[in-house]
């Protein structure tokens, strides 16, 4: 039997194979239909239920991915994706990728690879400038939002004066009071798992009811706090969101930011959709006190056109999440001294080099050109408000600061009959194939979501989504 890798010229025709194989993919990814019509297990049932005794040549498994596996993937990179928030398989975020997977480098350390710690820290801070914000936040890379917040949860549970949760944990000690952490009730999901994980407990994330616009009501956060110090319990953070993943709506983050300083609180802003937006000038006033925030979490994975994951994560003070998260035996002691190694900024000792995409994807599209793809997807979401509110049969039902619209088609006798139908009308037009949808529930009642966010899609796209909510609609009534 030969060991070692595979024989040069195999890899390479075989790479060769693969970049045919990407190129064709994504010029006819918008054939497809963008969710396959599968049942669940269907493609486990096609798949051997043990792994090959012998190996097997790579043109064979390439050939394996054309029939078995492609068939049964979701399109995330069809144009006509506007479900959820969309990520993009773009071109330099596809090379950087690969050559990623090549390097296989592991940035734990400084010393272990030097040019991804250091393009790391350069991307985020390229990031930094482009959404406007001052020079003293520095970013790394996490692999999602969901962990860009546990983090700056944990580092915002390390201030709190006496706690020593690092050394004492939490568990068994008395006279501990309640930590209460807040955002709005349309905040992320990943917040309350944050809470669940770092042991404040879902019974002291408060869910501040929001305004009409789905934003954080101030008052109601400052009244929150008051209520709880005067309980003996210890508020410690709040999450505010730039871009809430139902509607986008921004909340007063200038205000809240106040609210954080006043009472030594700190503020984390989930920015992880919306963030990118700030690159466009004219969008920039939305995210007015975010630089006042503690941490902020920004993905380019979902609207900066790079490909999952990666997701960045400004910290004002460094320093508190190295204090939260050092700790170094002696096999990873590097004796370097003035450089960052990426390990002592959060949980994970390994990490990929995600920065090499990220470099690529600002090159490649340059700041101008990112603005003006993130521009247009905000056009074709007002284009999109501006049909819907034409449409007596349908109403929107949020603003639309970015490029998602949420709206509802007035059917049934009544709202509960209202809702079923209106999950009828997503059912039936995500069975049609050439879109996407998805929904979300707005003051109780079920709504129909168009996230547009997907470097492909164009005003056609958008065009037929809407035709075809129109024409389902006409079908079911
Ligand atoms: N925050 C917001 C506002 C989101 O919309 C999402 C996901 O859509 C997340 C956080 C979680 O993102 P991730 O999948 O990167 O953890």
């Not at 050559?99 to 985020?124: D, F, H, I, K, Y």
């Not at 006190?289 to 999952?308: C, M, Q, Y």
Request: charged share 25%; proline share 6%.
């Amino acid at each position: 039997m030969r060991l070692g890798d595979l024989p040069d010229q195999e890899l390479r025709a075989a790479l060769h194979r693969a970049a045919d194989l990407v190129a064709d993919y994504l010029e006819g990814v918008g054939d497809e239909r963008v969710l396959p019509d599968l049942r669940p297990g269907e493609i486990a049932a096609r798949l051997p239920a043990a792994a090959p005794a012998e190996g097997e040549p790579l043109d064979r498994i390439l050939d394996d991915f054309e029939t078995l596996i492609r068939p049964g993937v979701t399109h995330w990179n069809h144009p006509g994706f506007l479900a959820y928030f969309a990520i993009s398989g773009s071109g330099p975020g596809i090379v950087g990728e690969t050559l990623a997977a090549a390097l296989n480098v592991n940035a734990m350390l400084w010393r272990t690879s030097p040019a991804a710690t250091e393009l790391e820290e350069r991307v985020c801070d390229w990031l930094r400038q482009m959404v406007g914000l001052p020079p003293e936040f520095r970013g790394h890379i996490n692999d999602t939002a969901s962990i860009s917040t546990l983090l700056a949860l944990a580092a915002a549970r390390h201030r709190v004066p006496g706690l020593e949760v690092r050394e004492r944990g939490l568990a068994g000690r008395t006279g501990l009071a309640p930590l209460v952490v807040y955002g709005s009730d349309q905040a992320h999901s990943s917040f309350d798992k944050a809470a669940m994980t770092l042991g404040f407990g879902l019974e002291n994330v408060r869910r501040l009811a929001s305004d009409s616009r789905f934003r954080m009501r101030p008052a109601a956060l400052h009244a929150a706090i008051a209520t709880d110090r005067a309980a003996g319990r210890l508020p410690v953070a709040v999450v505010a969101t730039a871009g809430t993943t139902s509607t986008t709506s921004v909340d007063p983050l200038d205000e809240i930011a106040g609210i954080c300083q006043r009472e030594g609180l700190w503020l984390h802003v989930d920015a992880a959709y919306a963030g990118s937006a700030a690159i466009c000038p004219e969008l920039r006033s939305l995210f007015r006190g975010w630089e006042r925030a503690d941490s902020i979490v920004v993905n380019p994975h979902k609207w900066l056109f790079t490909p999952i994951d990666c997701s960045v994560l400004l910290v004002r003070d460094p320093r508190r999440l190295v204090s939260a998260f050092s700790l170094v035996p002696d096999y990873l002691a590097s004796g370097e001294e003035q450089v960052t190694n990426l390990m002592d900024l959060g949980v994970q000792l390994g990490r990929r080099f995600r920065a090499l995409k990220l470099w690529m994807v600002i090159r490649a599209y340059g700041v101008s050109g990112l603005e003006a793809r993130i521009r247009e997807h905000c056009r074709l979401a007002r284009r999109l408000a501006e049909w819907i509110d034409a449409e007596p049969e349908f109403e929107r039902v949020a603003p639309v600061p970015f490029s998602t619209v949420c709206f509802r088609w007035l059917a049934g006798a009544t709202p509960e009959e209202g809702d079923r139908l209106n999950e009828r009308l997503l059912e039936a037009v995500n069975a049609a194939g050439p879109v996407f949808l998805s929904h979300t529930r707005l003051a109780g009642r079920y709504v129909l979501r168009i996230a547009i966010g997907n470097l492909r899609t164009a005003e056609e796209h958008v065009q037929r989504a809407w035709e075809i909510v129109r024409r389902s609609a006409a079908a079911l009534a």
